[in-house]
Structure formats: C-alpha cells, structure tokens
C-alpha cells in the first residue's frame, strides 16, 4: 500500500473517530493520537477557543492531546495574542518552526519543555470561521518537519474542522433542546403554559436539564463548563441592561 493511500486511509477515518465517540472530547483524543502518528510527531494537542476577554477576543483552551502535556496546559487557558497558537487564530495561517528558540515567535512559546524542537501548528476552521488550532512538535531538537507535513497537518485541520461541525450538527438534532426552543417561542408568540412560581425549583430544573441535554449534545465536562460561564455571563449583561432601563424609566 502506498504511502498516499495510507494517509487517504487515516484522513477518511477522522470523521468516523468523532462522530462515534459519545463526546466531542473523546474523539478529538484519538484524533490527536492518529495525527502524532501520521506526522510522526511527538506530541498533539487539539485547542478550542472559548471565553470572551474585555477586549473582545477569545482565550485558547486545551481540549485534547496526545503525548506528554503539562496539566497546567489544561488548566490555564491562552489568552489573546499570548502564545504561538494565539499567532495562529489571529493569522488564519498555518505555521512550521523547525527551531522554536531561534523563531520570531520564540517569544510567543508557552512551554519551556518545547525547547529547540520543531514545532507546527495549523487553524481549525468551521462555516469560514477559525475555532482553535492543532498543534504537533517533535521530541528531540535534531528532528525536523518538512513543508510536506505542515500540509498533511493543514489536511487534518480542514477535516478536523469539518468533523466538529457535522459532530455538533447531528448530536444537536437528537436534542430536545430544539424542541424547547420551539416551545418557548410559542409561548413568546402568546400561547401561554403553566410554570411553577417557586424559583429555587426553576434554577434545578433549568440546571439539570442544561447539563443533561449538553451531555447527549456531545459536549464533555469542560466544554459544558465553558458554555455555562459564557451563559452566565450573558445573563449578567442582560440583567444589567435591564437595571440600567429600569432605572432610565424611574427617572422618567
């Protein structure tokens, strides 16, 4: 079997290694396993934005990896314009440094444990839009990548991308968060249905029922996390908001 028809083989098996894992999570796990192997790399990590800073952009978060990776890498996010991989988001361009210290981008590396290897790192793009990047280094600083790999890593990152959006897609379908969608634009439309007045029992159903249907919607803990801390923020603005035109009508 020739080498291209390997790497065809490995391709066409990356849509199949996420969609049949029970959450997104898992599948990029093994997806960065195959892609360190492919690319005879070292180490793989796969990060999603997530998070809004004050000045608008998204931090970096680890989603997935394989090989060894600090626990501190999963802890504490990328902030914007703070890393090579944030270079990457920002640029929407695939990068390859066979000498991380000797870069322009050496100022951007993270961890000191990269050293001198080489290091690569390609956007993850959905519906024309970057949502996080995956990254390969080798392990010692005399093994070097080559431009035929930083475009096999840019082949895994466009079926990587594609992958989350049909994963999101279909596990969004078999939600019956849609159906409640449907039921409370029904009800904004005038169709009124009872509702228990008590709001300590609202915030458990609404609680349970947020992580439950995220859970069968394919999201793992950390990207449930993440949604929940956007959402209550959101909440916070809104709130805000509406003090603000209260207090506007009060003054009237």
Do not use: W
């Amino acid at each position: 079997m020739t080498v291209d028809r390997i790497v065809v083989e490995e391709l066409s098996g990356i849509t199949k290694l996420i969609e049949q894992k029970p959450t997104l999570e898992d599948g990029l796990r093994d997806l960065a396993a195959l892609a360190a192997r492919s690319l005879g790399a070292a180490r793989c990590s796969v990060m999603l934005l997530s998070g809004v800073e004050d000045n608008g952009k998204q931090n970096l978060k680890v989603c997935s990896h394989f090989g060894d990776l600090p626990d501190a890498a999963y802890q504490v996010p990328a902030k914007p314009d703070s890393s090579i991989a944030c270079h990457v988001v920002s640029t929407g361009e695939a990068l390859l440094v066979n000498d991380v210290q000797a870069s322009p981008v050496a100022s951007l590396a993270r961890q000191s444990s990269l050293g001198g290897v080489a290091f690569m790192s390609a956007p993850i793009i959905t519906a024309e839009r970057v949502i996080g990047v995956i990254n390969v280094s080798r392990k010692t600083p005399d093994e070097r990548f080559s431009t035929a790999d930083l475009e096999l890593l840019k082949l895994f990152s466009l079926f990587v991308g594609k992958s989350i959006h049909v994963f999101q897609l279909e596990k969004l379908s078999e939600s019956r968060l849609l159906q409640m969608a449907q039921v409370l634009d029904a009800r904004e439309s005038g169709s009124e249905g009872p509702i228990t007045p008590d709001p300590a029992r609202i915030a458990k159903i609404v609680a349970k029922s947020f992580y439950r249907e995220l859970s069968l919607a394919g999201f793992g803990p950390n990207a449930i996390i993440a949604v929940a801390t956007e959402v209550l923020g959101q909440l916070n603005e809104n709130l805000q908001m509406h003090r603000e035109r209260i207090e506007r009508s009060d003054k009237d």
